[in-house]
């Protein structure tokens, strides 16, 4: 599975940092499908465990789908998928608990997306990002907060490109994954940063 994640999610993200009215020239960039860079794209999650520390978890396996509509920005569409095999928390060990039949079961739940369904503008570069976030079959509404880093031309491909940076906080047990709470925190914080190049 290539990387694929809410990344396409976080193509409307980009619309949050400008209004509506916004033209390709201010924003910087054309309108049309961008392509996330794997290798400037991450995707982490935080809590607390037992009040020892906060742990910080990634996957390494992701996609997302931009559509980017530069003249409206809120009629752009994105969709992440996500493989929840590839968590990593640092050990094999407790790689394969995260990945048993107690936590993300993904002998059974191959994909974890997300899709957006709104967005709001809140400041000159950022906004929030709603959108249905499914995880072993079950869906609920997740609010991302959003930073447009920048839209342009990249120096090294010379061709235009998006940057975001995005936090939210969601409640692990409403997904089924609410092993060891209140030891181990319901409440995860996400963390994502993204790139985006103009698909050729």
């Given amino acids: 599975m290539k990387k ?3 990344a396409g999610v976080f193509a409307a993200l980009m619309a949050f940092g400008y209004t509506a009215s916004s033209s390709a020239a201010d924003i910087g960039v054309p309108s049309g499908k961008y392509d996330m860079d794997p290798a400037h794209a991450y995707i982490a999650f935080s809590y607390t465990h037992m009040g020892f520390s906060h742990p910080i978890l990634r996957f390494n396996k992701f996609n997302a789908d931009l559509d980017f509509n530069s003249a409206d920005p809120t009629k752009s569409t994105l969709s ?3 493989d929840p095999s590839s968590i990593d928390a640092g050990t094999d060990t407790f790689n394969e608990h995260l990945t048993s039949d107690r936590f993300f079961d993904t002998a059974k739940f191959k994909e ?3 899709k957006a369904t709104s967005m709001k ?3 000159d570069n950022t906004g929030t990002i709603t959108g249905n976030l499914t995880i072993k079959g079950m869906t609920h509404p997740v609010t991302l907060n959003v930073t447009m880093n920048k839209a342009g031309t ?3 491909t010379q061709g235009p490109a998006l940057g975001f940076s995005a936090t939210g906080t969601l409640k692990r047990s409403e997904w089924g994954l609410g092993a060891y709470a209140p030891n ?3 409440e995860v914080h996400l963390m994502i940063e993204a790139e985006f190049h ?3």
């Fill in 4 to 6: 694929v994640l809410s």
């Fill in 80 to 82: 992440v998928m996500v």
């Fill in 112 to 114: 974890i997306t997300f």
């Fill in 121 to 123: 503008v809140t400041g």
């Fill in 154 to 156: 990249n120096p090294m």
């Fill in 184 to 186: 181990v925190s319901d």
């Fill in 198 to 200: 103009k698909a050729k």
